[in-house]
Nanobody, 118 residues
Framework: QVQLVESGGGLVQAGGSLRLSCAAS????????MGWFRQAPGKEREFVAR????????WYTDSVKGRFTISRDLAKNTVYLQMNSLRPEDTAVYYC???????????WGQGTQVTVSS
């Protein structure tokens, strides 16, 4: 079992910044991919970003490129999502997830709310 706990969400004005954290614990092993997803009201959950086990490879959805940065601290088993220049359309519940080299997202966190006011 793997537990993922997100934190760092909140209310921010458009143009502001937030940093989300996701701490992983349990049987993660040594090589796993972590990712961030979000789900806005009335919409399907969508991919935001992911980072490989070494931190050297990252991917972003087009709408956040240049504004969001994903990073990880292997020693702390924690992944971060630095979100700058936030827009109202970034409002959503943000979830982190882990891929234990299975090719799919094996575990999910409980989510953290991000609200961007205009």
């Amino acid at each position: 079992q793997v537990q993922l706990v997100e934190s760092g969400g909140g209310l921010v004005q458009a143009g502001g910044s937030l940093r989300l954290s996701c701490a992983a614990s349990g049987r993660t092993g040594s090589r796993y991919t972590m990712g961030w997803f979000r789900q806005a009201p009335g919409k399907e959950r969508e991919f935001v970003a992911r980072i490989g086990w070494s931190g050297g490879r990252v991917w972003y959805t087009d709408s956040v490129k240049g504004r969001f940065t994903i990073s990880r601290d292997l020693a702390k088993n924690t992944v971060y999502l630095q979100m700058n220049s936030l827009r109202p359309e970034d409002t959503a519940v943000y979830y982190c997830a882990v891929d234990l080299s299975s090719g799919s997202w094996d575990y999910w966190g409980q989510g953290t709310q991000v609200t961007v006011s205009s």
